[in-house]
């Protein structure tokens, strides 16, 4: 079967292909093709800026050219790129043997022998792959979470006045507000992108094992370490490994995997909470005509935006938890488990994309019920009990934490009368009196 999006394998590129589209320019297979052919094209150009007398006369015109290679990069130039891949059984090399066709159509052959010069594969993959890991991040993750975060910031202010009946452990407590407990989440993930935005993107550059062996041994007075500095971090924008074996060590990478995997769980928890509103009916959902809900029950209108990011930020967690954990361990210095893994880095960033689109959609469609919210704290004015012990410990009343425990912790119900008939009673001035019937479930919110 030819690939669409209705015969793909994988939901990713299949049912919600919409919503990953973006991600195809960073981790598909061209993607992987076109960045590893910026690094080898920026490695030229960076070889003839030391200058190496054999790449002496390397022009504007001509560095131009070089670049055109990877910015107009094209399906059909990856197609090449796999025609040789046949021929040589190694995907990289196939690059080289492209670039070196490239140039001599260009009539720059004499630069083909210094395409890859030095070079193992996994300098140029380990440079390309956390290129493209961090213009996506960039580009569009951090998007599309401060479009998530946005949301719930106006949501935060929109119900910034509105008092809610707090649950602990799944029973009635203090009184909250709305607001405040949407803005909690808002805090969290901004202290979240903070620790995220710490993590460098680093690559390895240092040949076969790490150590310029064959750079020195060819141009021993250049000083390689320093070039690969320059080309890694000024030209690329990467942080090169001093240290590795064949490969990057990732431990840079496995905590960016740990971070964006903790902001997936803080994105699961709201949308449990969301979730529990929506059954407690605090929140309604807008009714779109022709929609179906549930096909027997026709009344249904069911929350499956929140329950969909929630599957979906399982399955970026379940991967993102096996890559910190994988990638960081290779059989001395090196084993080829790490290259067939790296292959799926755009999956749980894919996964994390159909979460967070849902997820906005989701808060998007509530309505809040106010009558409900308003009836839950009317219901329960036990959680008071709390504030009149509070001011009576204030006045030197014996011991109000005994006494209000035997007028609530009861299974009858606790109004506004069975709690003025309590302070009726007690023993206190008339103004405390007073003060403490004031206090009511809707205004008993603290900050």
Known sequence: MKLFPLTAISPVDGRYRQKTSALAAYFSEYALMKYRVRVEVEYLIALAAIPLPQLDGFNKKQISQLRDLYGKFSLQDAERIKEIEKSTNHDVKAVEYFLREKLKEAGMEKATGFVHFGLTSQDVNNTAIPLSLKEAVQEVYRPALQKLIDRLRNLAVKYSGVAMLARTHGQPASPTRLGKEIQVFVERLEKQ???????PFSAKFGGATGNFNAHRVAYPSVNWVE???????DVMGLQRSQTTTQIDHYDHLAALCDALKRINTILIDLNRDMWSYISMDYFRQQIKKGEVGS????HKVNPIDFENSEG?????NAVFTFLSAKLPVSRLQRDLTDSTVLRNIGVPLAHTLIAMESTVKGLGKLQLNTEAVREDLDRNWSVVAEAIQTVLRREGYGDPYEKLKELTRTHRRITRETIHRFIDSLDVREEVKMELKRIEPGNYTGY
């Open 312 to 316: 979906n930020l399982g399955m970026a």
């Open 295 to 298: 096909s027997t029950m026709p």
């Open 193 to 199: 992108v903070d620790l995220l935005d710490q993590v």
């Open 227 to 233: 070039f690969a500095n320059r080309l890694v971090h």
